[in-house]
């Protein structure tokens, strides 16, 4: 026993643990620069190892406190110094116990208590019951076992860290939107590359290449042909639609505003289109791959390309009911679904963890202003009204560095929207730290206690040399 | 405008020769406000910045600046075939089937090469790419290699030269919004009116009409944002003293002072005359009046605390690391200090100075989140003078490291064990004070940014890498100090150590924003320069090692 509390007492094991906390937080950094926040925080700042050395450096610590006992008026430095480390360890204990950290998007207008953390939870609701369950993010590489959810017949089985979302595309009969895959090859560079194009949804109908646009109309029969073009932008734009026969119409403007146009039949396949694009050096073609004059959409999910950084996309899960590996559904974050189990119909949603404050947050204005002569921002705020019992009735301004404090929450201007002419949705950080008052105080004694400790080591030291 | 360009195509079609600087005074037209980059500014900056931005040094040919601008936009067509466009990297050159041993290239060189357009053509449509969906085309999201890199700014060289001689940049009309540019302005015929004197008495190479032009010019400007409220007065004294600011460059001043104190401070080792002692007190003081005066002008400019950005943190470092020697002098009388800290000043004031490509030294307007905040203010002037306070203890442990080595060697001949002189002993004392100064001010500074942070961010700590690196760097000193205090570092060590400690410095410093990029503090990312510092810390860490060696060897 006493050997032991020497061990933990001693220098030794300070220097060790300070040691070991440098080359952890040196790894961590490194791990956030190569891949992104999430792993670093997955397997060092939120890893119960780095806790451990933490929990380490504070028992030593106390324990070398302890062993100065007792204290005299010249260790106060010493004991300042200490105990303010103790204390913001302390407190940053409390702030991952109980503390609140998410954030919440408000439009012009609307109102909302609802604030976002950065957990993801799974919603399951069936006509029983309802469960929220948390789902922790694991790097790419983590290994991954499928396991149950709660009391449902479910379980997860796929799990993609930074998922991408592929949408596939299948021939239906009739009544269904048409569908194209185009692929662009050729250039100075030659190029090649693959693009779907799908009228049953805005996002998919048009796409953007650089200055090439492409679109496929989501009407078809009996149009007047001449309506359709009466967008005002015809450059570099190759327009399709669907015939009567269920035939492909295309239309390619060039550069100049000059078009060339054809139809090919159903059946036809891996026909090249020549698009009049970047002529001058190399032209640009289009092969026509599938056509499906009437098609269906399901969205998988797949690894994205981009596996690091801030572009990094969100994760998502793959759900299927147990015993029955053919019911199945994939899930981005975000996404809603519905999963028939046979016996009972269970709605899924995976999403952001969702803490409801005691009140709501209404925005009435969001305002911006640029530096003279450019569009960077120079300096934001919102204009917000708190709604609530005893809430002051006027407005109240928001900007940066100027929170607003209400029953113990703080709400920060983070950011916005961007969109022209002006941005009109505002993005607050809600606040809630009960171990602030900790963190302060012990900052305070550290930095006097080290300041007092090494003053007075100097006048002492110099007393000895002289 | 285009009368403007032609006309200058049929004067310079009959000299047909290269452009020579004129040489003309300056002064008046170089105190034209313009509007550019967000914020009002003299022409005379505007033409430091333009210039240093497409031909990536400060000065051409003998040309001033604002003679260089006035003559590209004069004479456009001779500047095309004029090698004035600096390409860097020879894998471009390679890549662009130039010839190696060039360092300049002419516009039309550029526009007329193939490959050169076919990236220019790969970069526009990446721009024009921007806006599509990210489910459909997502960005590849590897970093950008140097190559990339500097093919983008040759790139961007060339646009902005074009920018210039078009007259699009020429943002010299005021207005309440959004100041216009002399090429489409018809709202301001005095404006237009005298720059076209102006440009064909450059043209004309008229010294006398292009004095009174300038005089015009000023006037109009003067005048108009006179008529939308503007507060001439203060506009014409600011403008006066960043023009003066600039001519007097006063930082490079205050590093040639330093390295003369410092070479004076070395000499009152060789000689015990007394004249050495005054001229180097004489010297270190008129250098730091120069490095004071030119911050104070900065900040008396910009309105802000002076370090937001790479180049003015090395400059406020450096001065940080004069007071504290200033500081140490006062307690210790060591004249090692004084010598130390003129030369690392120096050192760092020139690596500021010498790359302005790099680090920018504009006076650029700040990130909506680092204005106004008296916080963030104390915070990073807390922290940088911790910097400051460990660059010292690095320049004195590395000077000890020379005496550990020097006793090392003569230890080994005369076959004794090496001794720790009095002079080790009291420079590792003077390495201990600095670094104590460097501790209470990093763990102040560090604490102050989670202040800051939560403050503004509404979190105290969120372990965003700079954030952790001021941490890392904080710890390497406490676990060297702790390790000294338990009598496992002993003084060899305790040199050996102080300078491995800086790394952790560098790296806080240098390397969040230049190596590891990522992070909330996103507004200081830059790139360049890795190859010199990791050069410069692997040569150190050698060093260290080689010293090492003989100590070991010799005890």
Known sequence: MNALFRFLSSL??????????????TVATFLESWYDTRTARFWVYRSFWFYGILALLGVNIFAVMVDRWPWKKRHLPFLLAHIGILMLLFGSWMTYQSGLDGSLMLE??????????????????????????????????????PYSLGSFDLEMDQWISHAEPKIQFSKAQSDEPPAIELVIEGGPMNFEKAIWLFAGDQNWSTLSLGPAQFTLFPVSVGVDVKQLFSVPIRKNH???????????????????????????????????????????????????????P??????????????????????????????????????????????????????????????????????????IQNYQGTYNPAMYSSFVRVIDENAPQEKIEIKMNDPLKWKGFTFFQSSYVPARPRPTISIFTVNQDPGRFMKYLGSILLVLGSALLFIRKYVGKKGKIS | MKRLI??????????????????????????????????????????????????????????????????????????????????????????????EDRKYFSPQELTHNAAFLQYADQIASEMGGQGVKKAQVTKTGVKEDGRQRELKTVLGRLTSFRRVTSGEVWTLVPDPQKWKSIADSSSAPEIEKSFKSLIRA????????????????????????????????TVQSRAGLETLSNEIRFFQKAWSLYLLAGLCFLMMWVSQRKRWKVLAWGLVSLGFVFHVLGFGIRVF????????????????????????????????????????????????????????????????????????????????????????????????????????????????????????????????????????????????????????????????????????????ALLCYLAILHGRYAGWVRPFGFAAWSVLGFTSVVMAWYGVNFVLGVGLHSYGFASGGMEWVATAVLIQIILVLLVSFFHKRAS
């Open chain 1, 12 to 25: 030794k094991l300070a220097v060790i643990t300070i040691v070991g906390i440098a080359i952890a937080l």
């Open chain 1, 108 to 145: 012009e207008g609307q109102s909302s208590p609802r604030v976002e953390l950065e957990e993801n939870v799974l919603v399951l609701i069936d006509s029983m019951k309802t469960q929220i369950l948390p789902i922790e993010w694991k790097p790419a590489h983590y290994p991954f076992e």
């Open chain 1, 238 to 292: 190759a327009f399709f639609w669907r015939g009567k026969k269920n035939e492909l119409h295309y239309r390619i403007y060039s550069k100049d505003g000059t078009y060339m146009g054809g139809s090919l039949s159903e059946k036809s396949q891996e026909t090249v289109l020549s698009t009049g694009w970047m002529k001058q050096i190399k032209e640009l073609k289009l092969r026509v791959r599938q056509w499906m």
């Open chain 1, 294 to 367: 009437h098609a269906l959409n399901e969205t998988s999910y797949h690894p994205a390309r981009v596996q690091k950084g801030p572009d990094a996309p969100p994760s998502a899960i793959h759900l299927r009911v147990k015993g029955k590996s053919s019911v199945g559904v994939w899930l981005g974050l975000g996404d809603r679904a519905v999963l028939d189990t046979g016996e009972t119909e269970i709605q899924i949603q995976y999403r952001r963890k969702q803490v409801m404050l005691p009140f709501s947050l209404h925005l009435e204005e969001f305002k």
């Open chain 2, 6 to 99: 032609l006309l200058g195509l049929l004067v310079s079609s009959f000299v047909w020769a290269q452009p020579q600087p004129h040489n003309f005074s300056f002064s008046q037209i170089k105190r034209i406000p313009i509007q550019n980059g967000g914020r009002l500014k003299p022409l005379d900056s505007f033409a430091r910045e333009w210039v240093l931005g497409i031909t990536g040094s400060r000065t051409f040919k003998g040309f001033d600046s604002v003679d260089l601008i006035l003559s590209w936009i004069s004479f456009p067509n001779e500047w095309e075939k004029e090698p004035f466009i600096r390409i860097n990297r020879k894998d471009v050159k390679k890549q662009l089937l130039l010839s």
């Open chain 2, 202 to 233: 450059y043209v004309a190479s008229e010294k006398d009409a292009f004095s009174q032009a300038a005089v015009l010019l000023k006037g109009a400007v003067e005048g108009k944002m006179k008529t939308q409220g503007a507060d001439i007065q």
């Open chain 2, 301 to 472: 400019l910009t309105q802000r605390a002076p370090v937001t950005n790479m180049y003015e943190s090395i400059v406020w470092v450096s001065f940080g690391v004069m007071v504290f020697a200033f500081i140490l002098y006062r307690l210790q009388k060591k004249k090692i200090l004084m010598t130390t800290a003129c030369f690392l000043s120096a050192l760092a004031l020139i690596a500021a100075d010498a790359n302005p490509t790099m680090l920018n030294p504009g006076l650029d307007p700040l990130v909506p989140v680092l204005r106004s905040n008296f916080w963030l203010t104390i915070h990073v002037l807390t922290i940088t003078l911790g910097y400051a306070a460990f660059a010292l203890t690095y320049g004195l442990a590395n000077i000890n490291l020379f005496h550990f080595l020097a006793a090392a060697l003569k230890a080994k001949k005369e076959k004794v064990k090496p001794k720790v002189s009095p002079k080790m002993a009291d420079l590792n004392q003077l390495t201990y004070r600095a670094m104590q100064f460097g501790v209470v001010l990093l763990a102040a500074g560090t604490i102050l940014g989670g202040v800051w942070a939560d403050y503004s961010w509404g979190r105290f700590w969120g372990w965003d890498p700079k954030e952790v690196w001021a941490l890392i």
